[in-house]
């Protein structure tokens, strides 16, 4: 049994920055001497511990970033979720025909059809007075209004860049508010405040800079981000002696920030690169007349290029890739310059980006009783408890969302006083990395079935006819991925709803 060299993956087009040996995927497990090779390459390459069982796969092909993670989603979410989907499309002859090349795979071909996503429960959602009432408040609340004022548009494009590569800490909301009184994504942004009011223009001084990331020390970090390096406990021996050392939730994450900060410094990234790369994205679109095909472009150069984001891994012998950093990155250089005429650089169009799949979006598909984990692993499916049922679960969800008045608190999420303020943050489901993946993907395929629903029940009330559209909005038809995806946050933002617990992750 051999296993294909990264050198011989790049000639298949599947090129990956390291040395890390890329396994075939329909030869199933490596021998134990080389499982132990590879797991040495592994701990040696990635910082983050906890990810270091789960591979890495090849990258998508060049011009398919984008469609492969779609593909590589709904892939993973029927074969993990729906339990009988692979043991009826799979055959061992049907794995070894497994290429690359072809993300859209056998697991495809079942006839058993996508039973873990309720169609039933989506339509009662969009037709939901919570939905129609709020979604055009909240969709628009992007978390993006800084109270900066920038020297020059390219010193605001490199702010919002490291915002998005520092987009992380889910796992680390609870310490968070107990230490700092803010969430994970606020901690961010202020952590993000902090560096570059501390800044000065020259090289090492400029904390936002390549050069100048590298000089932060962890002791700087956790005095900017406000969170302590040191837990304490009692002396063993000595009644009423506490000893402090290095360690806790707080060290944790400044270590995950440390790598992320220390690793993009050394590609030399900067706002200069995402600029050009926004650049090389409209020249492609321009010669493709394919004003889509400029966001692929960029993903993949922020992917090929920067560590923090290349949020793929291989799960259960399947490749999953969500990039959740770099495509929030991408939108964000949609809304933040976007309106702007003339824009100082090239934005893409984003209409089309899949969801920026983090830990909310999974646990308040749940909630909703979008996703069904009823036929998932046992493992993962009771981690998170049944949604309420009334009649049925789908009329629960609508029941629900109705009658719920956070949802009509999400308008204006980052000002107004809500709801879940008065309700204390709690941890979700502490999950593994690859059950993190499987339920990720659950929600990009999740999200991508909701749009599509939406925009035929608006086409079919702009068209005047029914086809499961009466009653429903005709600006249905107009629902985005990415506006989809500010709204199911704004919600669970607001109900307080616990996320699922992954820490050790720069990803998300």
């Known amino acids: 049994m051999t296993w294909q060299t990264s050198v011989q993956a790049n000639k298949l087009g599947f090129a990956r920055g390291g040395p890390n040996p890329i396994p075939r995927l329909d030869q199933g497990s490596p021998p134990k001497t080389e499982q132990k090779h590879l797991v040495v390459h592994i701990a040696r390459s990635k910082s983050i511990v906890q990810d270091m069982a789960l591979p890495d796969p090849p990258f998508p092909p060049s011009g398919r970033f984008i469609e492969c993670i779609h593909e590589s989603s709904r892939a993973l979410t029927q074969a993990e979720l729906v339990t009988f989907s692979i043991r009826q499309g799979a055959t061992a002859s049907g794995m070894a025909s497994w290429r690359p090349q072809r993300l859209i795979s056998l697991y495809l071909l079942s006839s058993s059809g996508y039973a873990n996503i309720s169609d039933a429960n989506i339509e009662r959602l969009l037709l939901s007075s919570a939905f129609t009432e709020t979604y055009h408040r909240t969709a628009t609340s992007h978390g993006l209004a800084f109270p900066l004022k920038f020297p020059s548009p390219l010193s605001e494009l490199n702010f919002i860049s490291i915002l ?102 050394k590609v030399l990234v900067d706002g200069g690169f995402v600029a050009e790369a926004l650049k090389e994205g409209a020249r492609v679109a321009h010669q493709k007349v394919d004003p889509a095909s400029a966001a692929d472009v960029v993903l993949e150069r922020l992917v090929r290029a920067i560590p923090g984001f290349r949020d793929m891994s291989i799960v259960n012998n399947r490749p999953i890739f969500c990039f959740k950093k770099a495509l929030f990155l991408i939108n964000a250089v949609n809304v933040r310059f976007g309106a702007r005429d003339p824009s100082p650089f090239p934005v893409p ?38 949604p309420a049922t009334a009649t049925s679960a789908a009329d629960a969800v609508a029941v629900a969302a109705a009658a719920d008045p956070a949802l009509s608190l999400a308008a204006a999420p980052e000002t107004a006083t809500r709801a879940a303020d008065a309700v204390p943050v709690v941890d979700g ?39 499961g559209g009466g009653g429903a909005p005709p600006w249905l038809k107009d629902v985005t991925p990415p506006d989809l995806n500010n709204w199911l946050w704004a919600v669970a933002n607001d109900r307080a709803l616990p996320g699922f617990v992954l820490r050790n992750t720069t990803f998300f």
């Open 349 to 386: 169009q984003t209409s089309h980006l899949p969801v920026f799949a983090d830990d909310m979006l999974p646990s308040i598909l749940i909630h909703l009783g979008i996703i069904d984990l009823s036929t998932a692993a046992p493992a993962l499916a009771r981690l998170f408890p049944a």
């Open 429 to 467: 489901p502490v999950l593994t990395p690859a059950q993190a993946y499987v339920l990720r993907a659950a929600a990009i395929e999740a999200c991508e079935r909701i749009v599509a629903c939406a925009r035929d029940m608006g086409a079919a009330v702009e068209r005047g006819g029914g086809g």
């Open 164 to 265: 998005a590569l520092l987009n992380i800490a889910s796992g680390y909301r609870v310490p968070l508010r107990r230490e700092t009184g803010r969430g994970a994504w606020d901690s961010m942004r202020a952590f993000v405040f902090g560096l570059y009011l501390s800044s000065t223009t020259d090289g090492e001084g400029d904390l936002l800079g390549a050069r100048g990331m590298q000089t932060l020390s962890e002791t700087k970090i956790g005095e900017l981000l406000g969170v302590s390096l040191h837990t304490e406990r009692q002396h063993e021996n000595i009644q009423g002696v506490t000893i402090s050392q290095v360690g806790g939730p707080g060290w944790e994450l400044v270590r995950l920030l440390k790598t992320i900060l220390d690793e993009t410094g």
